[in-house]
């Protein structure tokens, strides 16, 4: 008896909707990316196989490194608010004035390292031309004009009148060439207004095999 042969056909999937689901995500994952913004001072932190992350809100940065060749140190503030209640602060301190312009594009300036007598031109100035080296002189920490203290005092005291219960929140983020005097008159001036525990920023090391 003769066999019949079955004709066979090649299956096929239709994968449109496979496609629209991808293209779907793809699209929201770059509509809600936040792109990294530029680091107004550069650094490369030591490394570390702790893995504890910083928070998200009531954190200082303090920034230590080398900018056209000389140390600096930046300052970084979290919160938007936070940081045009401290420049108001700071200002009435100093006995400046800022416009409201400024005030509000200052609180867009995530790191700054300028004296204050100079923060305006700087805070003027386009976010790229601002993050230059050699742009910003850092602010200035030595005995007879120590702003970084002031600007450090404040902050705790805007904190504070904003009526937040958890206290501020202090890191250091120093380059791992960096000389430790500088990082010590860091720590100090912390240590001064009763600040013992702040963080030290490290770059992640894999840990050793065993």
Known sequence: MAKIKMSKNAA???????CDVAFLL???????ATAK????????????????KLPE???ITLTVGKDADKNKVFMGIKDRD?????????????????TPEESA??????E???????????????????NKAGVQAGIPLD?????????????????????????????????AKQEYPQIRKIMDILQDQDINNFSLVTGLRAKPKN
Do not use: C, H
């Open 57 to 59: 809100t009531g954190l």
């Open 12 to 18: 096929s999937i239709d994968m449109t909707a496979m």
């Open 37 to 52: 913004q530029p680091e107004a001072l550069p650094v490369e932190t030591p490394a570390s196989t702790v893995q504890t």
């Open 105 to 110: 594009q200052f609180a867009l300036v995530e």
């Open 82 to 98: 936070l940081r045009a209640k401290t420049l108001e602060l700071m200002a009435d301190k100093y006995q400046m004035k800022f």
């Open 143 to 175: 005995s007879l004009d120590n702003q970084l203290k002031d600007w450090i005092y404040v902050a705790r005291q805007a904190n504070a009148d904003a009526g937040k219960t958890e206290l501020l929140k202090f890191a250091i983020k120093g380059d």
């Open 26 to 32: 793809l699209t929201f994952f770059i509509l809600t």
């Open 112 to 130: 700054f390292g300028a004296p204050i007598q100079d923060l305006s031109r700087v805070i003027k100035m386009k976010s790229a031309d601002r």
